[in-house]
């Protein structure tokens, strides 16, 4: 990372290395010119709002990268949420691949290892260097109206097995796999899009079931992880949800399961996490209690709004630069 020599960079650069935005339109605009050359943001997140055919996307990524570069001398991590089955954002002209549940359901590990590696493929010559995938979260409540399918399965062996599968076959293509969303959105029957869900479950129980996917993919080498907008009040003794929480964020993740990548959150306009804080004081929050990557999606507020703020807690000492450098 010295190379790309981050010492150098202003306290503006380093905390738009912190986010990641959703950006609007098919091509560079000027919109999205201006987040890079003046907010210098760092990170892209693409949905199907950027995506029509192959070559568009290929030129938009090109472009992204070639500014980024002129401008920051950095490149940018630009991600999507490329899950197969219910969850794809890539359609016209690229595989639409199978979900996670039909994945597990051949009973063979090796097709996972082959969805990844030409997922992996696709996405690494589209210009993509990081998937919002897999789930490693377990289906063990059938009420959950947000996972369901997009879980390999109820048995978190299968999830084990088949995720590390997809994770492995996604980064010997030079794509970051993003195991998600930890500690585990399994059992939950509220969806974090729409409210602030909550498992009570005792560590203990954590460690045998939710923990289990997440665990072997740190171990084994997973290079990021997203968390989950879901309060764990027996790990946190307080309401935070997880994205949120320095004890689930860094004394859990960090520091008991010695996680050295790349924490990543999930959307922070989601509603698990603007029905009690707003996107730019929860984006201080989450920097604070570990996250490297903050997501906001929407294409427009309140991403500068969150710039301004971050640097205005930086200015008055609530965020410092300590942590700005650690993140």
């Known amino acids: 990372m010295n190379k790309y020599q981050l010492d150098k960079l202003t306290i503006k650069e380093k905390i738009g290395q912190l986010m990641m935005f959703g950006i609007d339109g098919l091509e560079l605009n000027e919109d999205t010119i201006k987040l890079i050359k003046e907010d210098k943001i760092g990170n892209i997140i693409l949905f199907t709002r950027n995506i029509k055919t192959p070559e568009q996307l290929f030129n938009l990524t090109k472009n992204l990268q070639k500014l980024a570069l002129e401008e920051l001398k950095i490149p940018l991590f630009i991600s999507v949420d490329q899950e197969g089955g219910m969850v794809t954002r890539i359609f016209n002209g690229a595989t639409f691949f199978p979900g996670a549940m039909t994945i597990s359901a051949t009973n063979n590990k090796d097709n996972a290892y082959q969805v990844g590696k030409m997922m992996g493929k696709e996405l690494s010559a589209l ?7 897999p789930i490693l979260d377990i289906n ?3 009420f959950n109206p ?5 879980s390999y399965s109820d048995d978190k062996e299968i999830v084990k097995d088949f995720s590390w599968k997809v994770i492995k076959g996604l980064q ?3 794509v970051f796999a993003t195991g998600k969303h930890f500690p585990g959105h399994g059992d939950t029957n509220v969806d974090s899009h729409l409210g602030l869900p909550v498992i009570n479950h005792e560590k203990e129980s954590l460690n045998k079931n939710e923990f289990y996917p997440f665990k072997n993919a740190i171990a084994k080498g997973i290079k990021a992880i997203m968390s989950s907008h879901i309060n764990f009040p027996n790990l946190t003794n307080d309401d935070l949800p997880a994205t949120l929480s320095k004890k689930i964020m860094t004394d859990l ?3 008991e399961f ?3 990548g790349l924490s990543v959150s999930d959307g922070m306009g989601m509603k698990g996490i603007v029905d009690n804080y707003s996107t730019e004081e ?10 490297n990557l903050v997501c906001v999606c929407h294409p427009y507020s309140p991403r500068r709004e969150t710039l301004t703020y971050l640097l205005k807690s930086y200015q008055e000492g609530r965020l410092s630069l300590k942590t700005i450098n650690e993140r």
């Open 127 to 133: 210009g993509i260097n990081m998937n919002l995938a």
């Open 140 to 142: 063990n409540n059938p």
């Open 146 to 150: 947000v996972i369901g399918v997009r």
């Open 172 to 174: 010997e293509e030079g």
């Open 253 to 255: 993740l960090r520091k």
């Open 258 to 260: 010695n996680f050295q």
């Open 282 to 291: 929860a984006s201080l929050m989450a920097i604070n209690a570990g996250m």
